[in-house]
């Protein structure tokens, strides 16, 4: 072989070798090009790892035994649309709670939501006896006006009260109230006394849309917010006082008492005559006989005589007014019947009722609610000083007729109106019937500063709690001793009918 041509080959020959090491490593790298030889011996060092920024690292397959790493959620493009605006809420309703409501679009068309408030006034209508055997509760709008100027203006505005009498005649407050609303330019009515009494006017102010508070009776009919929203009551239940009595004639007699009821002849008497004899039977008590005596009657002496043939354990009476004390002067000139004598509520006045039969009176029984002047016990109290010296500042005697009462009555409506005065629309007629069925405080005229609470049609009733007590007349003068702690039923006796 020639000189030149073994310089040819050895040439093609470090070519080849060059081209061998630097080969594709891919593996899409075509088969037809023969792979190099493994060289025989290792490499004193192992040869450097490729730059990251030169050369991406090969992605490595997962390991089948263990899960796949979760991968990261990817961003929105876009952010998630808002929710869909409410449809508006109906500007006629007017929500008390519980299902009920006021629906103003049933109004008559002159209807003003803000009638009765003026610039300088927030004015108020009512109707009570101030004459007939109850007219010692003809001044209660009397004291409702004290209170008023006494705490002085709401939001700006005098609080007046303008009241009529009604003898206690149900078509004489239906004329009174017809009469008011033409001419008195007033927001509602606020203590209207007599249960057949403001019946006889709901008719006519829940169709005209005006409020009707604090009916002076405890009717159960005035916890009905579905069907008769405008009117509200501002009493016990008689049906709750009824069953609170069923209970306390069991405790104190037992099985097997026997009882004498005289009721007054219409709607109130009735709901305690008919809510007795429910809850008597299932506590062993037999009701032995019953009368029912006229609310004009001038007096019921006579019923109580004939009650005694029955020699029942316990005579209640289930009246009002004058009738009371004339009731226990009558069994107390009968020397063979001495009966426990429980009586009304309505009845509790010391002042009013029992001063003038003094000791006749002693031993005499009720469910107390509220807090009474002429109760010597209460001589240290918050609130009968409070009262006492407010009245005694503007010239009245505090146990004389029923003034205070109107003060118990005013610090209700007060808590009302100024709840009123906190709402969108300030004071009005809706915003007062919402303040209203909504009440939550704690009534410092009440037994035990008890809670005065409603929730529309969830709890419907404001005086849900009470206290057994004994009236006693001696030498120290007339109280009240309890009997029972505080009774209370708040929150539990619901709406009417349910």
């Known amino acids: 072989m020639s000189k030149s041509l073994r310089i040819l080959l050895g040439v093609l020959l470090v070519f080849a070798l060059v081209a061998s090491s630097c080969g594709n490593d891919d593996d899409d790298a075509p088969m037809s090009e023969p792979a190099p030889a493994a060289p025989t011996e290792a490499p004193d060092e192992p040869a450097p790892a490729p730059d990251a920024e030169d050369e991406p690292a090969p992605a490595t397959e997962p390991d089948e035994d263990e899960p796949a790493p979760a991968t990261e959620p990817e961003e929105e493009d876009e952010p998630a649309p808002a929710p869909e605006p409410e449809e508006p809420s109906d500007p006629n309703i007017v929500p008390l709670g519980g299902g009920a409501e006021i629906d103003i679009s049933e109004c008559p068309s002159e209807w003003d939501n803000y009638q009765g408030v003026t610039d300088s006034e927030i004015r108020f209508g009512s109707s009570l006896p101030r004459s007939g055997a109850l007219a010692g509760f003809g001044t209660i709008s009397d004291g409702v006006q004290l209170y008023f100027d006494h705490v002085g203006p709401i939001d700006g505005r005098d609080v007046v009260i303008v009241s009529r009498d009604d003898g206690y005649v149900p078509a004489k407050t239906l004329t009174n109230v017809e009469e008011m609303i033409d001419v008195e330019n007033l927001l509602g009515f606020a203590g209207i006394l007599g249960s057949p009494n403001n019946l006889a006017a709901r008719d006519v102010l829940d169709e005209n849309c005006i409020p009707q508070l604090l009916n002076l009776t405890g009717l159960p009919e005035w916890g009905d917010p579905v069907n008769f929203p405008w009117t509200t009551g501002a009493l016990m239940s008689y049906e709750t006082e009824a069953r609170v009595w069923c209970t306390h004639v069991a405790d104190e007699i037992g099985s097997g008492a026997t009882v004498a009821i005289l009721s007054l002849d219409n709607d109130a008497g009735e709901a305690w005559r008919v809510a007795f004899n429910e809850c008597a039977p299932g506590l062993g008590i037999e009701v032995v006989d019953e009368i029912q005596h006229d609310p004009q009657a001038d007096s019921v002496g006579l019923d109580v005589i004939n009650l005694a043939a029955s020699d029942a354990d316990v005579l209640l009476v289930a009246s009002s007014g004058a009738f009371c004390p004339q009731a226990v002067a009558a069994v107390f000139s009968i020397e ?142 007339a109280r009240w001793v309890p009997i029972s702690d505080v009774i209370s039923f708040e929150g539990e006796t619901g709406t009417f009918g349910q």
């Open 336 to 477: 063979a019947w001495s009966p426990l004598v429980i009586v009304a509520n309505g009845c509790q006045s010391i002042s009013l009722f029992w001063v003038p039969i003094g000791p006749l009176a002693n031993g005499i029984r009720l469910v107390n609610t509220q807090k009474d002047m002429a109760d010597s016990s209460l001589a240290d109290d918050e609130w009968v000083q409070f009262v006492r010296g407010a009245l005694e500042s503007q010239g009245v005697d505090p146990e004389a007729a029923s003034h205070a009462l109107g003060y118990i009555f005013g610090e209700i409506l007060h808590e009302v109106l100024l709840a009123a005065a906190e709402m969108d629309g300030g004071i009005n007629r809706t915003n007062v019937m919402r303040a209203m069925w909504q009440m939550d405080f704690e009534s410092r005229g009440a037994i035990g500063n008890a809670q005065r609470t409603m929730d529309g049609a969830n709890d419907s009733y404001m005086v849900e709690a009470g206290r057994i007590e004994e009236l006693v007349v001696d030498a120290d003068g």
